[in-house]
């Protein structure tokens, strides 16, 4: 059934996913912050409003796709947030990547005004942002999750229910602990592979093999291409709020604390805007070798 959906954060991700909601026939509003990034879908037929609490208002869901805890708290929560916007009963579904505390703490603030509020953070990437066939791993009621899923199915072509409320922030945080270990892992070979005078395109093709993550990146890597599909700093955002909920949990997190410096590094080189993978630039730098080939 078609309904009034609102998109807030309309950036990498959340640009190519409410396309996707539109195609399926809703009608849509966005709001971004930074208004330029919604022309494309105003020329889609989008209607855009002025701050989030003006795209909630009579709205049957509202979708956030936001950088981090204090966006989200700015765009649910603030003076202008879509929970004062939106009629009782409405639907709040965050898929941005935050930690289980800020996500149980959004859903109680929006409990309490009579609204129901689901965690929906994804993975896949922009590739699977764009098809619309990102993996989506749901937290909150069955009951929230089934009415839910009709809508995240225009999004995802795997749609999961992981938990009670928590449960896919921390899903979430799962995976990008891998995602992000393995670019570590992936800059820190190809550095060492170069130095010992292997073949960057054999290295590649071999460690392509042994992990998709890997058969993804390298190419790119190689041909110094870091565009951000996940910008750096995001990346290095998730690893904090993996740090944070693990000291909570009394979990100790060895590798994890390693990538979250080389990562600092980077950040400090002002490579934060691009890829994560561009942590190789700061291990190229220290041994003096660049394993990325020229650009012709
Ligand atoms: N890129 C990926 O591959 C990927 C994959 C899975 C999950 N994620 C997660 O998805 C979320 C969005 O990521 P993205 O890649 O789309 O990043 P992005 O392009 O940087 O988008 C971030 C969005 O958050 C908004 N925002 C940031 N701070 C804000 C604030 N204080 N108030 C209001 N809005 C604010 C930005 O608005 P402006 O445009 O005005 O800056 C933008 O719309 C993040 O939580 C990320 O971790 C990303």
């Given at each position: 059934?078609?309904?009034?959906?609102?998109f807030?954060?309309?950036?990498?991700?959340?640009?190519?996913?409410?396309?996707?909601?539109?195609?399926?026939?809703?009608?849509?509003?966005?709001y971004?912050?930074?208004?330029?990034?919604?022309?494309?879908?105003?020329?889609?037929?989008?209607?855009?409003?002025?701050?989030?609490?003006?795209?909630?208002?009579?709205?049957?869901?509202?979708?956030?796709?936001?950088?981090?805890?204090?966006?989200?708290?700015?765009?649910?929560?603030?003076?202008?947030?879509?929970?004062?916007?939106?009629?009782?009963?409405?639907?709040?579904?965050?898929?941005?990547?935050?930690?289980?505390?800020?996500?149980?703490?959004?859903?109680?603030?929006?409990q309490?005004?009579?609204?129901?509020?689901?965690e929906?953070?994804?993975?896949?990437?922009?590739?699977?942002?764009?098809?619309?066939?990102?993996?989506?791993?749901?937290?909150?009621?069955?009951?929230?999750?089934?009415?839910?899923?009709?809508?995240?199915?225009?999004?995802?072509?795997?749609?999961?229910?992981v938990?009670?409320?928590?449960s896919?922030?921390?899903m979430?945080?799962?995976?990008?602990?891998?995602?992000?270990?393995?670019?570590?892992?992936?800059?820190?070979?190809?550095?060492?592979?170069?130095?010992?005078?292997?073949?960057?395109?054999?290295?590649?093709?071999?460690?392509?093999?042994?992990?998709?993550?890997?058969?993804?990146?390298?190419?790119?890597?190689?041909?110094?291409?870091?565009?951000?599909?996940?910008?750096?700093?995001?990346?290095?955002?998730?690893?904090?709020?993996?740090l944070?909920?693990?000291?909570?949990?009394?979990?100790?997190?060895?590798?994890?604390?390693?990538?979250?410096?080389?990562?600092?590094?980077?950040l400090?080189?002002?490579?934060?805007?691009?890829?994560?993978?561009?942590?190789?630039?700061?291990?190229?730098?220290?041994?003096?070798?660049?394993?990325?080939?020229?650009?012709?």
């Amino acid at each position: 059934m078609a309904q009034t959906v609102a998109f807030i954060g309309i950036g990498i991700m959340g640009r190519r996913m409410a396309k996707n909601v539109l195609k399926a026939g809703h009608s849509l509003r966005v709001y971004n912050r930074t208004v330029a990034k919604t022309e494309e879908l105003c020329g889609l037929g989008a209607t855009v409003a002025a701050s989030p609490r003006q795209a909630a208002q009579g709205a049957d869901a509202v979708i956030t796709m936001v950088a981090d805890p204090p966006a989200l708290a700015a765009v649910l929560d603030g003076p202008e947030g879509a929970f004062v916007g939106c009629r009782r009963g409405a639907f709040v579904i965050d898929m941005s990547t935050v930690d289980p505390e800020t996500s149980r703490a959004m859903a109680a603030r929006a409990q309490a005004r009579g609204l129901r509020y689901l965690e929906a953070p994804v993975t896949g990437g922009v590739g699977a942002a764009e098809q619309g066939s990102l993996l989506i791993m749901a937290g909150g009621t069955m009951e929230d999750f089934q009415a839910a899923k009709p809508l995240l199915e225009t999004m995802g072509k795997k749609v999961l229910r992981v938990g009670q409320m928590g449960s896919g922030a921390a899903m979430k945080l799962t995976t990008n602990m891998v995602a992000s270990s393995i670019s570590a892992a992936m800059a820190e070979a190809l550095v060492f592979a170069a130095k010992a005078g292997l073949e960057p395109s054999l290295v590649v093709e071999i460690l392509a093999d042994r992990s998709p993550l890997i058969a993804r990146w390298a190419p790119r890597v190689l041909a110094g291409e870091f565009s951000p599909f996940f910008p750096l700093r995001l990346a290095h955002k998730d690893v904090h709020l993996a740090l944070a909920t693990a000291r909570g949990l009394g979990v100790p997190l060895f590798a994890l604390a390693a990538v979250a410096q080389l990562q600092t590094a980077a950040l400090a080189k002002g490579l934060g805007d691009l890829d994560q993978t561009a942590t190789i630039q700061v291990l190229e730098e220290i041994v003096g070798l660049p394993v990325r080939q020229p650009k012709p």
